[in-house]
């Protein structure tokens, strides 16, 4: 009787363990994920905000770094039902190991604590507006440990993590003074509508939240491989091995943003204004003239305005966005001729557009002498018209005088130029027949496909052989790897930069007609 008793509670147990091994060994994920996550949280000491939080407000330097975490799980569990969440918050083995995990960090977390008094306002403002749920604000918790000027080894950007495909199809502006994706709003508006398509896709938030970390093209192909099930947990086994940490990481990031209290976590005081102001420029204007006129951190200006990658507001006619303390602001508007007038010289040069190299004749040299002389006669200009030419981006002094069919050296003569340099913005001066001049007026407005001479006129780039095992696609304009990978059941957009070695410095390099891998046959 004992024997059959004893069998009887071997069965049990075995059916027991069998259950619980449906949820995997989580070992070799948590490790991956949790180097990751603590990359990103220790960049958070990059921002010089929390470092004036470190330094100004004496936050402690425990002997013990790390919160109680050894729990027992029903109370994880009673915490985690406590939270009403529309989105799934399941307790496994996986969202402890994160639990501890985070566990370990208490300074930084305590740090992130204290930074979500200032984001997480704005996401949910954002995400309420939506009607979405609003525990989607902790997604950047661990996509970027609230870091806005986070950049991950594949260069996703920024709080919310962006790739350059993404961000574009997004519309944010992404170019050599300006990257959107650090910017606080206008990144999280772009991901609100982001997570918004995907839902439209899965109408699931578990399967959302995967899909924005690898794409949808993996969470599809994962759920074909699991039959058809589109369950998280049951399509665990097929999603990329950094996904499937993803979401108990999430999980874990929620816990202790809402239960920070039961752990005696304490949110470090960030020195983040909360009063800020936000003023539209027309003018450029470099973060040094701001600092020095008004004896305000440069620092301080990089962590309210992270989307300007050169320290400088590149202004425009539409205006361009500076966010300031709101007493900062103030005294920026009494000064802001004397800022823009500070040191404008060595702060912001004109941008140089073009500079032909000197073409000299073989008589023209001088011997020994160090000086050329040109052989060149002014144009009589009599019964000619005067127009004007306003120099655009993109424009060379050599295209200009093909347009108007004169000379380079007519152009640098009627406009006392001393080089072929130009600038953005210089207002050349040039005469042409006067029965023409209602023609030559019109290009100073033309765009520049309208033109007479092309601004790009390289010869097509040579393709490498194909191989036959692969699928390939020709890119077209205004194609980027996001859509391109949309085409393609199963691949994402990460695939096919792996597949080609791009980064994300080179996808911007690509061209149309250029050829990308995208799968095997």
Known sequence: MMKRIYAISLIILASM????????????????????????????????????????????????????TNLPDSVYIARLNQLNSLIPMTYNTYVKNFITMYGRRKSQLELMLGLSTYYFPMFEEILDAKQMPLELKYLPVIESALNPRA???????????????????????????????????????????????????????ILVIAAYNCGPGNVNKAIRRAGGKRDYW???????????GYVPAFIAAAYFMNFAPEHNLKPAKIEMPILVDTIILKEKVHFEQIAQVLNVSTQMLRDLNPEYRQDIVPGSASGMPLTLPQDVAFAFIDHQDSILAYKDSIYLNPKIVFEEAPK????????????????????????????YYTVKSGDAISLIANWYDVNVNDIKYWNNLQSSR???????????????????????TQKPEQKSTSLASAAPQKQEAQDPNFVYYTIRKGDNIWDIARQFPGVSDADIMRL??????????LQPGDMLKIKRK
Do not use: C
């Not at 049951?234 to 499937?244: G, V």
């Open 234 to 244: 049951d399509i665990y086994f097929y999603l990329p091995r950094e996904t499937r």
């Open 17 to 68: 363990s069998f259950g619980y091994a449906q949820i995997p060994d989580s070992s070799i994920v948590v490790q991956q994920e949790t180097e990751f996550i603590e990359q990103n949280i220790d960049s958070l000491m990059t921002l010089w905000l929390v470092q004036k939080a470190v330094e100004l407000n004496k936050y402690e330097t425990r002997s013990k770094d790390s919160v109680i």
């Open 151 to 205: 950049v991950s080894r594949v260069g996703a950007t920024g709080l919310w993590q962006f790739m350059y495909g993404t961000g574009r199809m997004y519309n944010l502006q992404i170019n050599s003074y300006i990257d959107e994706r650090r910017s606080p709003y206008k990144s999280s508006m772009a991901a609100a509508q982001y997570l918004s398509d995907l839902h439209a896709i899965y109408k699931d938030w």
């Open 422 to 444: 130009i600038s953005v913005g210089q207002k050349l001066t040039i005469f042409v027949p006067a029965d023409k001049e209602s023609y030559y007026s019109s290009i100073n």
């Open 500 to 509: 080609n070695g791009l980064t994300s410095s080179s996808v911007q390099k």
């Open 360 to 387: 000299y004749s073989a008589s023209s040299y001088s011997g020994g002498s160090s000086s050329y002389n040109y052989s060149y006669s002014p144009p009589d200009i009599a019964g000619k018209k005067k127009v």
